[in-house]
């Protein structure tokens, strides 16, 4: 049941804001913005008003290349650079921090942890997909292993300070989440879209990612699209995809 859905406007030019957004809530009543279509980082209070801008897209001492994963954490920003496999570390008022290294060069993303790092790669229709976990001393544990015909891609982790360091691991075309906690990757939350839901025999099939394409073409599907739980609030997105309707939707829980 979602009790309320609030818009919140953000205040806007041409230089501050592109196409395709991601936001993620900051640690008090704000928003970060990553405006992925220019790799720009903004930071927006609760009632929309712009506050600074985050870093720079280069390959300088305190800028991110191909910035994947923005994550507040303890009050800070961790923004991974996917050029140089580190994590770029802001305060909320875009100051630079430090850089850190994350053990994993060519990984996809990684999320700083109390333990160490959270990285994970994956190359979408190659099932060649792996999330493991890196402690300071190199240490490497697998959480998912390769070749699971199921992990064809992961769309997204978040990381929340301020309910405890939670990080969410969700599957492409899954219609459940993942929650990374002491060192183990568990389900979490997991959805019933009913008819709408993706049989599993389809991963045990020759050529899974064919079989799945000719499924989104021939039938409408669901799956979870984003996860975030913040300020006492749950929210999640789900795509569709199919024949009768195609995009994303999305629920407030408070």
């Not at 009543?29 to 008003?49: C, E, F, R």
């Not at 994956?122 to 199921?150: C, M, S, W």
Request: include cysteine.
């Amino acid at each position: 049941c979602v009790a309320s859905i609030g818009l919140v406007p953000l205040q806007t030019t041409d230089q501050l804001l592109g196409g395709s957004v991601n936001v993620t809530p900051d640690s008090g009543d704000g928003w970060i913005v990553y405006d992925t279509q220019n790799g720009i980082i903004h930071h927006y209070d609760a009632a929309g008003k712009f506050l600074c801008r985050i870093g720079l897209p280069g390959r300088g001492p305190q800028e991110f290349e191909r910035a994947n994963h923005v994550q507040v954490r303890d009050g800070l920003l961790y923004v991974f650079s996917q050029g140089s496999s580190e994590l770029v570390v802001y305060r909320e008022d875009g100051s630079f921090v430090r850089r850190e290294e994350t053990g994993a060069p060519g990984s996809s993303g990684a999320l700083a942890v109390d333990e160490g790092h959270l990285v994970y790669s994956g190359y979408a229709y190659e099932g060649d997909n792996l999330v493991r976990f890196v402690a300071a001393d190199g240490t490497q544990t697998e959480f998912i292993p390769k070749k699971n015909p199921k992990m064809l891609s992961f769309f997204g982790a978040q990381v929340f300070s301020d309910t405890g360091g939670k990080v969410f691991i969700i599957p492409e075309w899954d219609d459940t989440v993942y929650r990374y906690a002491g060192g183990q990757v568990e389900p979490a939350v997991r959805f019933d879209f009913g008819r709408a839901s993706l049989d599993d025999s389809i991963w045990s099939q020759a050529d899974p990612a064919n079989a799945l394409m000719n499924k989104i073409g021939s039938s409408d599907i669901a799956f979870v699209y984003s996860y975030w739980e913040s300020r006492q609030m749950r929210s999640v997105g789900v795509m569709c995809n199919g024949v009768h309707r195609n995009g994303p939707c999305y629920g407030v829980e408070r």
